[in-house]
């Protein structure tokens, strides 16, 4: 009787030898033929998942995604007890920016995607989908902070959060190129945030009174 395939698993399998091979040699050493050696899989089952490269860069790009926003939400989801605003804001930070040594090569893998995706559209897309979510969610924290009292109720959520993601995204680079440290980047991100508080801090409401919006599919 034929061995039956997970054809869902051996996709996955195959996005992460290409984010393997990425964190190891950078998108140039992404090929059929390496990625296959790298999953353990054959040319023929790579291509039976992914007709070309960029199909698969594409797919490997939305479990990217995916795990980005499992990644910002964590913190906040886990919080069904009262927390600050404040701290959860600095929890979903340090989850986006990427500049701890355990995070350098999902870093890597970000930043490889990001910079191929100005060539090329269909990337470009799943990015700008990525990042909407992940305002929405800074916005939803802004929200929440500033109906406990914690942050300024003149801010505007829209404007700091687009500020706030702009951060992380650049602070990610610089610690990556070692421009900067992981405890400077988060410092600069924490001064700004605390930047937008007031205090002392009110007591705050249960997280899971509030919905959460989507940052996956």
């Known amino acids: 009787m034929p061995k039956q395939v997970d054809y ?117 897309t799943v990015l700008r989908e990525t990042y909407a979510k992940l305002h929405e969610l800074l916005v939803w924290l802004l929200d929440y902070g500033m109906s406990t009292g914690e942050f300024h109720t003149s801010l505007n959520p829209a404007a700091e959060a687009r500020a706030l993601l702009a951060m992380a995204e650049g602070l990610t680079g610089q610690v990556l190129v070692g421009h900067q440290t992981a405890e400077s980047a988060m410092g600069a991100l924490r001064r700004y945030a605390a930047g937008l508080g007031t205090s002392p801090e009110p007591e705050p409401e249960s997280v899971s009174s509030r919905s959460l919006p989507q940052t996956a599919d």
């Open 8 to 124: 869902e698993d051996r996709r996955r399998r195959i996005a992460e030898a290409v984010r393997t091979l990425i964190a190891r040699s950078g998108m140039e050493a992404v090929s059929l033929r390496d990625v296959a050696a790298e999953a353990s899989v054959s040319m023929g089952a790579v291509q039976r998942c992914f007709r070309t490269k960029d199909e698969m860069l594409l797919f490997a790009l939305e479990d990217i995604s995916a795990r980005a926003g499992e990644r910002a939400r964590a913190g906040i989801e886990a919080s069904g007890t009262p927390r600050s605003a404040a701290t959860l804001l600095d929890r979903t930070l340090a989850a986006l920016a990427l500049v701890e040594p355990d995070d350098r090569a999902e870093a890597q893998v970000w930043g490889a995607f990001v910079a191929h995706a100005a060539v090329s559209e269909p990337l470009a």
